[in-house]
Nanobody, 116 residues
Framework: QVQLVESGGGLVQVGGSLRLSCAAS????????MGWFRQAPGKEREFVAG????????HYKDSVKGRFTISRDNAKNTVYLQMNSLKPEDTAVYYC?????????WGQGTQVTVSS
């Protein structure tokens, strides 16, 4: 079992930055691919960014490329999402996810609100 706890969400103005963190329990963190997803009110949850087990490979939703950066520290069992140049459409609950063949573990989410 893996437990995930997100932090770092909050209220920020347009153009601002936030860094989300996701702390994972257990000894198998480095064997899991990690991802960030988000869900805005009235919308389905969507993929935002993913990172491979070693951190050597990343991929992003097109609309966040160049603005968001996912990274991980396997020694700290933590994955991060640095979000810059935030836009109102980035407002959502952000979820951390982990898995080997698919994302099977999920955090409770952290709210990000971008105000104009």
């Amino acid at each position: 079992q893996v437990q995930l706890v997100e932090s770092g969400g909050g209220l920020v103005q347009v153009g601002g930055s936030l860094r989300l963190s996701c702390a994972a329990s257990g000894r198998t963190f480095s064997s899991k691919a990690m991802g960030w997803f988000r869900q805005a009110p009235g919308k389905e949850r969507e993929f935002v960014a993913g990172i491979s087990r070693s951190g050597g490979s990343t991929h992003y939703k097109d609309s966040v490329k160049g603005r968001f950066t996912i990274s991980r520290d396997n020694a700290k069992n933590t994955v991060y999402l640095q979000m810059n140049s935030l836009k109102p459409e980035d407002t959502a609950v952000y979820y951390c996810a982990a898995g080997e063949d698919e994302y099977e573990y999920w955090g409770q989410g952290t709210q990000v609100t971008v105000s104009s």
